[in-house]
């Protein structure tokens, strides 16, 4: 059996994963998410991301459990982050650290071919790699942390499509500080099947 590609992302309610000028600040990201978020990511078998979201973690997390300040969820996450297998999708980056192998394109036979490799799930980030794996039907299962605000702009997690994706409900979880994980998984047969 392969390995399931899972997205995992955090958007607003009016749909935006970052708000203008690349701001974060607005995500809810408490001990209660972060824990469960852990509890989570540490059973994939490894993180697929973008250039950029690859460099903004990797400028952040390989020591972030060093600061005396990060304690819990946040240091458990800076080891869970450093030992985890890593691929970079990137037409320039030629090298990358920290565990990480950088592949070129997104393509059914790249992402088919680490889907089949050992190991747990597959944790899908960056919303720009995302709409490249939707594009191509690439995406098994949603799991999308939705953070009680609206923006009003930004760069929105989904970009306009051809054909809609039918999708199946499979979790809803309400997080004390008001966040909602939804999670869904796909309808149909995948084409990495």
Do not use: C
């Amino acid at each position: 059996m392969r390995r399931r590609i899972v997205l995992f992302m955090s958007v607003s309610v009016d749909g935006y994963f970052e708000g203008p000028d690349h701001d974060l600040g607005w995500q809810l990201i408490d001990d209660e998410v972060h824990a469960h978020m852990n509890r989570e990511l540490v059973r994939m078998g490894g993180f697929l991301s973008g250039r950029r979201t690859h460099e903004l973690m990797a400028a952040f997390w390989p020591t972030a459990d060093r600061d005396p300040a990060a304690a819990g969820p946040v240091a458990e996450f800076a080891e869970i982050w450093r030992t985890m297998p890593k691929t970079v999708f990137s037409r320039t980056l030629d090298h990358a650290d920290w565990n990480t192998t950088v592949v070129r394109e997104v393509t059914p036979g790249t992402v088919a071919a680490l889907a089949a490799g050992p190991g747990g799930n597959l944790a899908l980030g960056g919303a720009d790699l995302a709409a490249s794996f939707l594009a191509q039907d690439l995406i098994d299962e949603f799991r999308l942390l939705v953070h009680p605000v609206v923006l009003g702009g930004g760069t929105l997690l989904f970009r306009p499509t051809d054909r809609p994706v039918p999708l199946t409900p499979v979790e809803t979880h309400r997080f004390t500080n008001g966040v909602t994980l939804l999670r869904y998984a796909r309808s149909g047969p995948s084409p990495l099947d």
